[in-house]
């Protein structure tokens, strides 16, 4: 009885400090977002009540341990302070480590930040809070002349996770709600200890709704973002030394295939992604636009002229033509 009672405890020893461990910031684990978006889509988990993907590394965490702990809620009037007047890029000159480093010892400063950012009610007033406010304002402003911005209860934090991403420190959090269900947020660290939102990779932002681009079929490229995998069999009329993926949106229905020479230069860094991701529910933020003149066969195809940054992160190492 005695020995059966210490294997318990060691066993049980060990699944705890598993489970914090994998609770608290780990590369690892947060890599797990570029390399696939999240396989399972729930019901109910929304954004502006549209269907939300959850990022891979909450589902990782999810199977180990509960949700992590909320916060008390207190009235967060500094939270704007924290933010400074950079555009959200880290300074490439400062030596920086990978990731948002104790990102569980900051939990105070990023639930103040992410609060001040659900709470602020107009474009103007979400501004401070996040990352290239300058370039993302017109974003915005698009987005919201097509949908309402969502109102939503602040009940605080669940889990903090550290991103490996060479040069910028950056995390995810889950912010908790009393009225929706919860969602994940990209966050950046400045400088000066603020932290700001990822606004475009929290509403999947792109130049029109996936609805809108299948219907109206635009030949001139609009930037989406999308979830790429392997085309099962490559269009029998399709473009000579053509790579072919199956794209859909991550919370619109859909798809369509879309091709890209994987022999450009310019498509590395797709490669990169794809690769990664294993070719399968890879998240990208690409140019698309249907073949302009195309023939009958190759009325649905649609071509792939350029990648931004990483995953849906718009990074400073875009390109595009």
Known sequence: MVGCTAVVGIIASIVAVGSQHIMRSSPVVAEAYYKSA???????????????????????????????????????PAAA???????????????????????EAKRDAISRAVEGFLAAKTVEAKLPFIRDPERVKPLMLDFYSRQPMPD?????????VQVDEPGYRFGYVQALFENAPAVTLIIEEMDDGGF???WECLVRYGEMSWGDFLRL?????????????????APTQGVVGAEWLELRHPE?????LAFFRRDDP???????QLNEGKWRDVPLTLHLGYQAGAGPEAADHVAITGVEGKGWLNLTSSLHR
Request: charged share 30%; net charge positive; no cysteine.
């Open 217 to 233: 079929r635009p030949a001139e490229p609009k930037l989406l973002r999308v979830k790429a995998s392997r085309a099962a069999a």
């Open 152 to 160: 939503l209860a602040w009940r605080g934090l669940g889990r903090l």
């Open 196 to 198: 700001r939102v990822d």
């Open 38 to 76: 999240a396989r399972e889509e729930p019901e109910g988990r929304s954004w502006s009540g549209r269907q939300q993907t959850e990022p891979a590394q909450f589902d990782i965490a999810r199977s180990a341990a509960p949700v992590a702990r909320v916060e008390s809620k207190q009235p967060s």
């Open 252 to 256: 619109q229905p859909g798809t369509v």
């Open 266 to 272: 310019l498509f590395a860094p797709l490669l990169d």
């Open 81 to 103: 302070k924290l933010i400074n007047d950079t555009t959200g890029k880290v300074p490439k000159a400062v030596p920086l480590a990978d990731g948002i480093e104790n990102i």
